[in-house]
């Protein structure tokens, strides 16, 4: 066989293992705050508790709150940006980032808000209804 076929086969084969193992990598399931303690990077769901003390922090520069995951596990949440606008209106949190200490510090959060087309939704079905 011909050298330069060789080389771009074993080429192909080389960057093909490589991209698979970096997605591989890059892939990272929902966890809780327990399981989150044993990973590098985790994504955490739950939702904000409310009854603990949260804020801003301007000497740090520092969001902190408590979260509940899905499994009634408590923890303090770092999170290194101000407090998003829509945050007390998120029916579920999602925080992107590692445990450390019993303090999972953040370095992303997604938020699910209440949809304002759900209520426009159930009005129209109610009307249907009676109509």
Known sequence: MNFKLILGITSIVLFTSLLMYNFGNSIDSYVNFEQAE???SAHVVGSWDDTREWGFSRET????????DEDGNVRRVVYPKPKPNNFEQATQLV???????????ANDMLMKCPSK???ADEAEFTQAEQG
Request: glycine share 8%; proline share 0%; charged share 30%.
């Open 95 to 105: 925080v992107i980032g590692e445990m450390k200490n019993d303090v999972f510090f």
């Open 61 to 68: 520069m520092r969001f902190t709150f408590y979260m509940k």
């Open 117 to 119: 087309y759900n209520d």
């Open 38 to 40: 044993n990973r590098g």
